[in-house]
């Protein structure tokens, strides 16, 4: 499959200037040349608008040995501005992609030799010369860009120790990526180039800063998150993002970097980079290019699950709700096995908590149903206690960090507690309703010292299905499923303003809480597929993005929380999404 088959999609279908190598492309599990070539090669490809109607030209690939990778420049212009490398004003361009290529070739120099041969057209990677990829096969089917590099750098650092000649290749490599970075860098700032001339630039620029640190590529994340924000600060940029209509080309473009270096962020192990992604700034909005839905982007975030690995006590049977803590746990109540699991970070099981291990065993039922936390990282387990399956009582059990029982709050009688949140005011703010009626329409607020504050809510909730506690002092309730909306309130009950969010399939379960990292709400709820959905809002009820997840969740969703470095993670029966 050739390079220019698989990665076709990233192109535009007419009006285009591109940068690529001709090559074919086998990857095979240490077909390393292959990998690097797929990720180099998508990665500075780019497609250029172009301003007004022109007769194609084409410019023939120079010759080249048989072991030289043959890059060609196809210019495809409708522009009565003439494109041409020659001009003054594309020198560092020109320079910088010089620089890229040679860096490129040295770095395949690392792997030995001749590690990319052309032969007819295709590829024979010296590596992967003894495994022979049978038609049909996952090494036939088109990968993304992403995957293919996250392929280059796990096959990078399988490389048990480099040879004398290998670490010359590799040192030339680098310092020849951080001049193709520092030329692009002087093409990028110079404006007069085009628009498309100076995505071009930074596409470059971003290449070369990942392959420069491609033994240890967190390194480059920070740089090329700040290339993002240079882009979505071009005035061609913000333009067309201003307002429907605006230049789809260039959305297109934008998207299109946005999309790769957010996988490449995502699988390399930057926790949390969606929720602080850079967003193009058009007078107060904030727009993210990718996960926006007036951009009708396809883009899905990779996603992983945990809780139904290990033995049976470590697997969850029903993930009730779900909350973190300061060192990025999460805290998930299961609903069958009546306690409490935590698992850490990347999904693995600690151990588990039973919250009634100290109560007296009588004939009621307990069973779990929520949980919060705060900011010193105690835990707050909502309970119900049932007699023949009628709801009877709902307590409260606070534990310290180290799972500590610190005290036991009995909520009123008749009350029914559905969910609750923690301000830090050791303000418990419990929300649900009667044992006679199932809607939620109230909010109980206690002080977990003193007990029973004050209710409020009863004039404005029907449905409620979350609540929880943003910044300066307010209180949030989700209210409705179907056509859910976020009711504000003080903490003294006093309802502020309103705003409409995301819906959610019917009988399907819509979460939400609030991110104090970057101040923003997070609304979870199910598509028609199954897919994950976790809206982000600004406090005012402004959109900035939505966030779609690549694996496919539970038939409904229990809960939200997102970690401080901005982990999101999503319940959903006996399973739990994160990304």
Same mark, same amino acid.
Not at 178 to 197: I, P, S, V
């Given at each position: 499959m050739?390079?220019?088959?698989?990665?076709?999609?990233?192109?535009?279908?007419?009006?285009?200037?591109?940068?690529?190598?001709?090559?074919?492309?086998?990857?095979?599990?240490?077909?390393?040349?292959?990998?690097?070539?797929?990720?180099?090669?998508?990665?500075?490809?780019?497609?250029?608008?172009?301003?007004?109607?022109?007769?194609?030209?084409?410019?023939?690939?120079?010759?080249?040995?048989?072991?030289?990778?043959?890059?060609?420049?196809?210019? /495809?212009?409708?522009?009565?501005?003439?494109?041409?490398?020659?001009?003054?004003?594309?020198?560092?361009?020109?320079?910088?992609?010089?620089?890229?290529?040679?860096?490129?070739?040295?770095?395949?120099?690392?792997?030995?030799?001749?590690?990319?041969?052309?032969?007819?057209?295709?590829?024979?990677?010296?590596?992967?010369?003894?495994?022979?990829?049978?038609?049909?096969s996952?090494?036939?089917?088109?990968?993304?860009?992403?995957?293919?590099?996250?392929?280059?750098?796990?096959?990078?650092? *399988?490389?048990?120790?480099?040879?004398?000649?290998?670490?010359?290749?590799?040192?030339?490599?680098?310092e020849?990526?951080?001049?193709?970075?520092?030329?692009?860098t002087?093409?990028?700032?110079?404006?007069?180039?085009?628009?498309?001339?100076?995505?071009?630039?930074?596409?470059?620029?971003?290449?070369?800063?990942?392959?420069?640190?491609?033994?240890?590529?967190?390194?480059?994340?920070?740089?090329?998150k700040?290339?993002?924000?240079?882009?979505?600060?071009?005035?061609?940029?913000?333009?067309?993002?201003?307002?429907?209509?605006?230049?789809? *080309?260039?959305?297109?473009?934008?998207?299109?970097?946005?999309?790769?270096?957010?996988?490449?962020?995502?699988?390399?192990?930057?926790?949390?980079?969606?929720?602080?992604?850079?967003?193009?700034?058009v007078?107060?909005r904030?727009?993210?290019?990718?996960?926006?839905?007036?951009?009708?982007?396809?883009?899905?975030?990779?996603?992983?699950s945990?809780?139904?690995?290990?033995?049976?006590?470590?697997?969850?049977?029903?993930?009730?709700s779900?909350? *973190?803590?300061?060192?990025?746990d999460?805290?998930?109540?299961?609903?069958?096995?009546?306690?409490?699991?935590?698992?850490?970070?990347?999904?693995?099981?600690?151990?588990?908590?039973?919250?009634?291990?100290?109560?007296?065993?009588?004939?009621?039922?307990?069973?779990?149903?929520?949980?919060?936390?705060?900011?010193?990282?105690?835990?707050?387990?909502?309970?119900?206690?049932?007699?023949?399956?009628?709801?009877?009582?709902?307590?409260?059990?606070?534990?310290?960090?180290?799972?500590?029982?610190?005290?036991?709050?009995?909520?009123?009688?008749?009350?029914?507690?559905?969910?609750?949140?923690?301000?830090?005011?050791?303000?418990?703010?419990?929300?649900?309703g009667?044992?006679?009626?199932?809607?939620? /329409?109230?909010?109980?607020?206690?002080?977990?010292?003193?007990?029973?504050?004050?209710?409020?809510?009863?004039?404005?909730?029907?449905?409620?299905?979350?609540?929880t506690?943003?910044?300066?002092?307010?209180?949030?309730?989700?209210?409705?499923?179907?056509?859910?909306?976020?009711?504000?309130?003080?903490?003294?009950?006093?309802?502020?303003?309103?705003?409409?969010?995301?819906?959610?399939?019917?009988?399907?379960?819509?979460?939400? /809480?609030?991110?104090?990292?970057?101040?923003?709400?997070?609304?979870?709820?199910?598509?028609?597929?199954?897919?994950?959905?976790?809206s982000?809002?600004?406090?005012?009820?402004?959109?900035?993005?939505?966030?779609?997840?690549?694996?496919?969740?539970?038939?409904?969703? /229990?809960?939200?929380?997102?970690?401080?470095?901005?982990?999101?993670?999503?319940?959903?029966?006996?399973?739990?999404?994160?990304?």
């Amino acid at each position: 499959m050739t390079i220019r088959k698989a990665w076709r999609r990233c192109l535009v279908q007419k009006n285009i200037y591109y940068f690529e190598g001709a090559m074919w492309h086998h990857l095979g599990k240490v077909a390393l040349d292959s990998a690097v070539s797929a990720a180099v090669s998508t990665t500075v490809k780019v497609g250029i608008e172009a301003v007004a109607s022109k007769k194609r030209q084409d410019v023939q690939p120079r010759q080249s040995t048989p072991q030289q990778v043959h890059y060609h420049y196809s210019i /495809t212009d409708d522009s009565d501005a003439k494109w041409k490398l020659e001009n003054m004003s594309t020198k560092d361009l020109l320079v910088g992609i010089r620089f890229f290529n040679d860096g490129f070739l040295r770095l395949c120099q690392v792997f030995g030799e001749g590690a990319i041969n052309v032969n007819e057209g295709k590829i024979k990677s010296i590596a992967s010369s003894k495994e022979k990829v049978a038609p049909g096969s996952s090494g036939h089917l088109t990968i993304s860009p992403s995957t293919a590099w996250l392929d280059a750098i796990f096959l990078f650092k *399988s490389l048990n120790e480099l040879d004398d000649s290998a670490l010359r290749a590799l040192s030339d490599a680098k310092e020849r990526f951080k001049d193709a970075a520092r030329q692009a860098t002087k093409a990028f700032c110079n404006e007069a180039l085009c628009a498309g001339e100076r995505v071009l630039a930074l596409r470059c620029r971003v290449a070369a800063s990942l392959l420069e640190k491609i033994d240890d590529p967190v390194d480059a994340l920070g740089s090329c998150k700040l290339y993002l924000e240079e882009l979505h600060a071009m005035r061609e940029v913000r333009e067309s993002f201003k307002k429907r209509g605006g230049s789809q *080309s260039i959305q297109a473009y934008v998207r299109d970097l946005n999309s790769f270096l957010c996988d490449v962020t995502q699988l390399v192990g930057n926790v949390g980079g969606l929720l602080s992604w850079p967003c193009v700034v058009v007078g107060e909005r904030h727009i993210d290019p990718l996960h926006h839905v007036e951009m009708m982007s396809k883009h899905y975030c990779s996603s992983r699950s945990f809780g139904q690995e290990g033995n049976d006590k470590h697997r969850l049977n029903f993930a009730w709700s779900i909350a *973190s803590n300061t060192r990025g746990d999460f805290i998930v109540p299961d609903g069958v096995d009546r306690n409490i699991k935590f698992f850490d970070s990347n999904g693995k099981f600690q151990f588990c908590l039973d919250p009634f291990v100290n109560e007296w065993r009588s004939e009621y039922e307990d069973e779990v149903w929520n949980v919060a936390t705060d900011q010193h990282d105690n835990i707050y387990v909502l309970t119900l206690q049932r007699d023949n399956s009628v709801v009877i009582s709902s307590k409260v059990y606070m534990f310290d960090k180290d799972c500590r029982r610190i005290q036991k709050l009995d909520l009123r009688e008749g009350f029914r507690g559905f969910s609750l949140a923690v301000d830090d005011s050791n303000r418990v703010f419990v929300m649900g309703g009667s044992f006679s009626n199932l809607d939620n /329409t109230m909010v109980a607020v206690y002080n977990h010292w003193s007990g029973f504050v004050q209710s409020f809510g009863n004039k404005h909730l029907k449905k409620a299905q979350d609540i929880t506690v943003a910044d300066e002092g307010r209180v949030m309730v989700l209210n409705g499923e179907t056509d859910p909306i976020v009711l504000v309130f003080s903490v003294d009950g006093k309802l502020l303003h309103n705003f409409k969010v995301t819906s959610s399939l019917p009988d399907s379960g819509i979460a939400m /809480t609030f991110h104090k990292t970057s101040g923003t709400v997070l609304v979870a709820s199910l598509l028609s597929d199954n897919r994950v959905k976790v809206s982000m809002y600004q406090t005012d009820g402004h959109l900035v993005r939505v966030i779609q997840f690549k694996d496919k969740g539970g038939p409904f969703i /229990t809960g939200v929380t997102a970690t401080a470095k901005g982990r999101i993670a999503v319940p959903g029966q006996n399973t739990v999404l994160f990304c």
